[in-house]
């Protein structure tokens, strides 16, 4: 299911106003040259568009990011990588679904991915099922009506 491509990530990513994204220096092409020891929150602040971003806007940028940092040089995230950033960047939504058929079949999903690397589009796509699927989005769910 591709189509992202890291042109399209940087174009949405970079600087409002600078004619050329791939040299500005604000460019998601700059967070990729940073050190991975640099902070998410870091990298989001050297992001000019996002200086007056909504939450919304920053929480997919922070995704866009972890992704660009754990990917290969093509743009893709291997399948145990996926499957760590779940583990490590993802476990609140993760934690205790291992039992739900729903989850087995979305882990089953991935295993069975053509490509043994998904995109950014395909990794997206993982976080979302994931996300609707999860106790937590439920409990969510159940505070925000108290």
Partial sequence: MGGCTHSTQDQALHSEGEPNP?????????SRKMPK????????????????????????????LIFRNSS?????????TAKT????QFRNFTEGQ?????YREILSELD?????????????ILLLSITVMSDLLQNIWVQIMK
Wanted: aromatic content about 2%.
């Fill in 98 to 102: 291992e039992t739900k058929p729903q």
């Fill in 85 to 88: 950033l779940l583990q490590t």
């Fill in 112 to 124: 069975e991915h053509i490509e043994n690397k998904l995109d950014f589009e395909d990794f997206m």
């Fill in 22 to 30: 791939s040299a500005a220096p604000t460019s998601s092409l700059a």
């Fill in 37 to 64: 020891s640099v902070s998410i929150s870091k990298q989001l602040a050297s992001i000019k568009a996002l200086r007056k971003g909504s939450d919304l806007e920053k929480a997919i940028a922070t995704a866009a």
């Fill in 72 to 80: 290969d040089p093509d743009g893709k995230l291997g399948k145990p």
